[in-house]
């Protein structure tokens, strides 16, 4: 079983051609989907509106087999606008002010945690910024067994970051518990300014994690563990927007793992970390294929594996 514990929105994509088209995201939301398309047995936990766009988010959530671990609630769905470019590329700015994605307390994580046996947590995105729901984050981090692997997505959004320094600290609290830590180049950008991808990533594995797969869009994934680095190059595909590629790519390298029932100390072995990635690549090259941040399901990626 896994715990993802974050926001559900709505992404307002814009389109370079001046095109707009509402599609259900967040992050954490999307690796939920992610995870139990590809087989796992997944409990979202998030604020989730009663207003129509959290009908659809309900919905979604179920069809794909994810259990909702907490009661809809009286505030409005969280908008994230999206633009993008002409290459796909994406820039955010949100409107999230009293919304429901925030509604996670900490109380309710004791509720969570003594209903479920889960093998691995996700967290990271808007848990790491908005409240009361940071404080869920943190509370679960606090009271997770020595045993459930811990994966954090960071997920930045300077956007919302009003007293970076805070975050800052939050963020430090959260790795020092995580085992495999997801970032991209632009979340190095923004938590170590000025300071080169492979540098900083390479300091994270000076703490708690054993693993940092740093993503690098279309320059593909390097895997950075104690024997080293791999880079694996991205897949080939006709990109339509990679709106929730990242979050896909994190789900994928977990539910592999976890399917092929390795643990915490298995993540010492770098050719276990690797095989897990190369899945992750090919599930985020079918996502970007698609428009919004689809998920591919097991059958997907055997009939389209983008090897």
């Given at each position: 079983?896994?715990?993802?514990?974050?926001?559900?929105?709505?992404?307002?994509?814009?389109?370079?051609?001046?095109?707009?088209?509402?599609?259900?995201?967040?992050?954490?939301?999307?690796?939920?989907?992610?995870?139990?398309?590809?087989?796992?047995?997944?409990?979202?936990?998030?604020?989730?509106?009663?207003?129509?766009?959290?009908?659809?988010?309900?919905?979604?959530?179920?069809?794909?087999?994810?259990?909702?671990?907490?009661?809809?609630?009286?505030?409005?769905?969280?908008?994230?606008?999206?633009?993008?470019?002409?290459?796909?590329?994406?820039?955010?700015?949100?409107?999230?002010?009293?919304?429901?994605?925030?509604?996670?307390?900490?109380?309710?994580?004791?509720?969570?945690?003594?209903?479920?046996?889960?093998?691995?947590?996700?967290?990271?995105?808007?848990?790491?910024?908005?409240?009361?729901?940071?404080?869920?984050?943190t509370a679960l981090i606090e009271q997770i067994?020595?045993?459930?692997?811990?994966?954090?997505?960071?997920?930045?959004?300077?956007?919302?970051?009003?007293?970076?320094?805070?975050?800052?600290?939050?963020?430090?609290?959260?790795?020092?518990?995580?085992?495999?830590?997801k970032v991209s180049i632009e979340d190095i950008?923004?938590?170590?300014?000025?300071?080169?991808?492979?540098?900083?990533?390479?300091?994270?594995?000076?703490?708690?994690?054993?693993?940092?797969?740093?993503?690098?869009?279309?320059?593909?994934?390097?895997?950075?563990?104690?024997?080293?680095?791999?880079?694996?190059?991205?897949?080939?595909?006709?990109?339509?927007?990679?709106?929730?590629?990242?979050?896909?790519?994190?789900?994928?390298?977990?539910?592999?793992?976890?399917?092929?029932?390795?643990?915490?100390?298995?993540?010492?072995?770098?050719?276990?970390?690797?095989?897990?990635?190369?899945?992750?690549?090919?599930?985020?090259?079918?996502?970007?294929?698609?428009?919004?941040?689809?998920?591919?399901?097991?059958?997907?990626?055997?009939?389209?594996?983008?090897?």
């Amino acid at each position: 079983m896994v715990l993802v514990i974050g926001e559900s929105l709505i992404d307002r994509i814009t389109r370079a051609d001046g095109t707009v088209e509402d599609v259900l995201g967040g992050g954490p939301f999307n690796a939920a989907r992610a995870l139990a398309s590809l087989g796992c047995d997944t409990t979202f936990v998030g604020g989730i509106s009663d207003d129509s766009f959290g009908e659809q988010i309900s919905t979604q959530l179920a069809q794909v087999g994810v259990a909702v671990a907490l009661p809809r609630v009286p505030h409005s769905t969280g908008i994230a606008h999206v633009t993008l470019d002409e290459t796909g590329s994406a820039r955010y700015r949100f409107e999230l002010e009293n919304s429901a994605c925030a509604q996670v307390r900490s109380t309710d994580i004791d509720a969570v945690l003594r209903e479920g046996n889960f093998a691995a947590v996700h967290v990271g995105t808007l848990g790491l910024v908005l409240q009361p729901l940071a404080d869920a984050v943190t509370a679960l981090i606090e009271q997770i067994d020595a045993n459930v692997l811990c994966f954090v997505d960071p997920n930045c959004r300077p956007a919302l970051v009003s007293d970076r320094d805070s975050y800052l600290r939050r963020l430090h609290t959260v790795l020092t518990r995580a085992d495999v830590v997801k970032v991209s180049i632009e979340d190095i950008a923004f938590i170590r300014p000025g300071v080169s991808s492979e540098v900083v990533a390479k300091q994270l594995l000076e703490g708690q994690p054993k693993v940092v797969l740093l993503t690098r869009g279309a320059d593909g994934v390097e895997v950075f563990t104690g024997d080293g680095v791999l880079s694996i190059p991205a897949a080939r595909t006709q990109v339509v927007d990679t709106v929730g590629a990242g979050d896909v790519f994190g789900a994928a390298w977990l539910a592999y793992w976890l399917r092929q029932r390795w643990a915490r100390d298995d993540l010492a072995d770098a050719a276990k970390v690797v095989q897990a990635a190369r899945y992750g690549v090919a599930a985020a090259a079918w996502t970007v294929a698609q428009v919004g941040a689809k998920a591919p399901t097991l059958e997907d990626l055997e009939a389209n594996p983008y090897a």
